[in-house]
T-cell receptor
Framework: DQQVKQNSPSLSVQEGRISILNCDYT??????FLWYKKYPAEGPTFLIS?????DKNEDGRFTVFLNKSAKHLSLHIVPSQPGDSAVYFC???????????FGTGTRLQVFP | DTGVSQDPRHKITKRGQNVTFRCDPI?????LYWYRQTLGQGPEFLTY????????KSRLLSDRFSAERPKGSFSTLEIQRTEQGDSAMYLC???????????FGSGTRLTVV
């Protein structure tokens, strides 16, 4: 039972354009959402998060949007850079727990 | 702040042997987590500690798995009688709390042959 789903295993975007990574969840008790980036042979690196009381959070080139009614969140990266090429994981947690439930990841490739 | 350290980086072991991994969290982080990641999947939660107390364990953590965090500092994850299905990347992370996100280590890659 995959509670957090990333339905696109890969995405290819030209440098300078916008990258949009999507994530869907099924558990309405989730109230905190995070995005992580992972390079090969390294652990995931925290990128940005959003609480369920918000619908948008922005940090530099990264913006996360949350649509609670659709149980959907997305990560926008603009402008995309070659160094953004990595696997991106969406994760969620509920109240009273620190446990994160991760999606299966989307591999982003930014080409020149 | 030297980040989260995991040792060893790689471990190859024969089926049936016991293995132990170590994680040193960021010193001011009181929460420590263990995750497992297999190819093509996201990290799966195994267990977490707040200080020395183990607060939650996944059903994935069978009785062959045990984790400790003595004195609320470093942590060890032991797998007894390893099986080929235990082959995975074992990730440790630490945090100050949910709002701060986790800091992951680089992981220990276990191969059971």
């Amino acid at each position: 039972d995959q509670q957090v789903k990333q339905n696109s295993p890969s995405l290819s975007v030209q440098e300078g354009r916008i990258s949009i990574l999507n994530c869907d969840y099924t558990n309405s008790m989730f109230d905190y959402f995070l995005w992580y980036k992972k390079y090969p042979a390294e652990g995931p690196t925290f990128l940005i998060s959003i609480s369920s009381i918000k619908d948008k959070n922005e940090d530099g080139r990264f913006t996360v949007f949350l649509n609670k009614s659709a149980k959907h969140l997305s990560l926008h990266i603009v402008p995309s850079q070659p160094g953004d090429s990595a696997v991106y994981f969406c994760a969620a947690s509920g109240r009273n727990t620190d446990k994160l439930i991760f999606g299966t990841g989307t591999r982003l490739q930014v080409f020149p | 702040d030297t980040g989260v350290s995991q040792d060893p980086r790689h471990k190859i072991t024969k089926r049936g042997q016991n293995v132990t991994f170590r994680c040193d969290p960021i010193s001011e982080h009181n929460r420590l987590y263990w995750y497992r990641q297999t190819l093509g999947q996201g990290p799966e939660f195994l267990t977490y500690f707040q200080n020395e107390a183990q607060l939650e364990k996944s059903r994935l953590l069978s009785d062959r798995f045990s984790a400790e965090r003595p004195k609320g500092s470093f942590s060890t994850l032991e797998i007894q009688r390893t099986e080929q299905g235990d082959s995975a990347m074992y990730l440790c992370a630490s945090s100050r709390g949910q709002d701060y996100g986790y800091t992951f280590g680089s992981g220990t890659r276990l191969t059971v042959v």
